[in-house]
């Protein structure tokens, strides 16, 4: 498992394709995202459009062990894109849409962490290498609102369990990736 980490906007996707391509020969695309309104149908789009047009993309954001262990072609390499999406997926989908000041969010985090768990196996039985790419949010301000706090709290302690577990991390800055494990 390699996980690839940066700010919004930092490069981290495009860096990612790259490692994904330069060392796999075809690649399974894992899209975490939910189409909504048409400003995400474009960017979803965009993204299809830098993608190598051999890749295979499967998209959703449940059962991604699954997808991990069976959905992937002998040999083919896996990009997960993105954590940070699955873990807000998650969170709505749990939460029904309530009223996020009436949520429990130390029991919604546990099943985050099931499914992070979930997908972490999948990885480690992998034969070929699985790359993970999430969003840096512990580098910004602590947010207002309750929701936003906890989701960037949830992210954090995510992204440090995925990054110990990881054989590399790499950390994209402005389009520059830098090995930090």
């Given amino acids: 498992m390699i996980l690839i980490t940066g700010g919004a906007r930092s490069g981290k996707s495009s860096f990612a394709e790259e490692l994904v ?3 796999c ?12 309104d048409d400003e995400m149908a474009a960017r979803v789009a965009r993204h299809k459009a830098d993608r190598p047009q051999h890749w295979r993309t499967w998209e959703g954001f ?9 959905e992937r072609k002998p040999g083919e390499g896996v990009m997960l894109e993105c954590i940070t999406t699955l873990i807000a ?10 009223d996020p000041d009436t949520l429990d969010y130390a029991q919604l985090e546990i099943g985050i962490n099931s ?17 993970i790419v999430t969003n ?3 580098m910004s301000i602590t947010p207002e609102n309750r929701l936003a706090r906890h989701f960037v709290d949830i992210a954090g302690r995510i992204n440090q ?12 800055v402005s389009g520059i990736g830098v090995q930090i494990k």
């Avoid at 449940?62 to 069976?70: G, P, Q």
């Avoid at 995925?162 to 994209?172: F, G, K, M, S, T």
């Fill in 89 to 98: 997926n998650l969170l709505y989908d749990a939460s029904g849409g309530a």
């Fill in 136 to 138: 840096e949010l512990g």
């Fill in 115 to 131: 499914e992070i768990d979930h997908i972490i196996d999948a990885c480690k039985e992998s034969e070929c290498p699985v790359y």
């Fill in 62 to 70: 449940k059962n991604i062990a699954h997808a991990i262990r069976y």
């Fill in 21 to 23: 391509d330069n060392r």
């Fill in 161 to 172: 369990k995925l990054a110990r577990q990881a054989e590399q991390v790499w950390l994209v």
């Fill in 25 to 36: 020969h075809s690649a399974l695309y894992i899209a975490t995202s939910v189409v909504t």
